[in-house]
C-alpha cells in the first residue's frame, strides 16, 4: 500500500526538525577565543590580580595561564577566576610566584594603602633579629603598631571564632602578617 504524498512530506518534516532540535546550536557552541577573551576580562575586574602580568591561551577548552604574580594566593585566585567561565574544562596554571623584592619600608607604605590606620600587623618571630626590630619601627612611624608574637605560641583553637589562636587577638583575624623568623628550622616543623 502506497503512502500518501502529504504523509511522507509530513513525516520529513518531523524528522528534520527532531535532528534539528538534538544538534546543538551554533550560537550555543563556546569558541576557544571566546573563553580566552571571558578569562582576560575576569582577570582585568578582579582587583587583587595583576592582569598585565598573566597570558591567557586556550585550546580545546584548556585554559593554560602563564605568567608572574607576587604570592600563591594570587595564583590561586587566577585559576579559581579562569575555571568559573563557561566552556572551561581544564586549567592548567603555569604562573610563577616571583615576590617582588621590597624594603622594610616599602612594604609599610604597601600596607597602608591597603588597610586602616587601625589595623592589626601581626610580625611572627621573636623579635630580636635585625629585620623584625626594623620592619616594626618602620610601622611604628607611620602610626602602625604590629603586634610581636612567636610563630609557635599561635595554634589552632575550637575557641575563638576564626579557628586560630593568635595572642592578643582573641576571637579575630589580623589585616596583614608578616612572617620574620621561624623557630625550630622550618614552617613546616611549626605547623
Given amino acids: 500500500m502506497r503512502r500518501p504524498a ?4 509530513l513525516s520529513a518534516i518531523l524528522l528534520g526538525a527532531l535532528l534539528a532540535a538534538s544538534a546543538p546550536v551554533a550560537a550555543d557552541e563556546v569558541t576557544d577565543s571566546s573563553i580566552t577573551s571571558w578569562v582576560n ?4 575586574h578582579d582587583p587583587l590580580v595583576p592582569a598585565s602580568e598573566i597570558s591567557v591561551s586556550t585550546q580545546e577548552g584548556v585554559v593554560t595561564l602563564s605568567g608572574r604574580v607576587d604570592n600563591l594566593a594570587t ?3 587566577v585559576d579559581r577566576q579562569a575555571s568559573k567561565i563557561r566552556g572551561v574544562r581544564e586549567v592548567l596554571n603555569e604562573l610563577t610566584v616571583a615576590p617582588s623584592p621590597l624594603s622594610d619600608t616599602d612594604i609599610v607604605y604597601a600596607v597602608r594603602r591597603r588597610i586602616l590606620n587601625d589595623a592589626t600587623i601581626v610580625l611572627f618571630g621573636d623579635g630580636r633579629d635585625w629585620h623584625g626590630k626594623s620592619l616594626a619601627r618602620a610601622f611604628k612611624r607611620h602610626g602602625i603598631a604590629p603586634l610581636s608574637t612567636p610563630l609557635n605560641a599561635c595554634g589552632f583553637s575550637t575557641e575563638t571564632a576564626t579557628g586560630l589562636f593568635i595572642p592578643g587577638l582573641g576571637d579575630r583575624l589580623p589585616e596583614g602578617a608578616f612572617v620574620r623568623f621561624i623557630p625550630g628550622g622550618s614552617f613546616e616543623t611549626v605547623t
Fill in 6 to 9: 502529504k504523509e511522507s512530506l
Fill in 75 to 77: 595564583k590561586n585566585r
Fill in 41 to 44: 576580562e575576569a582577570l582585568r
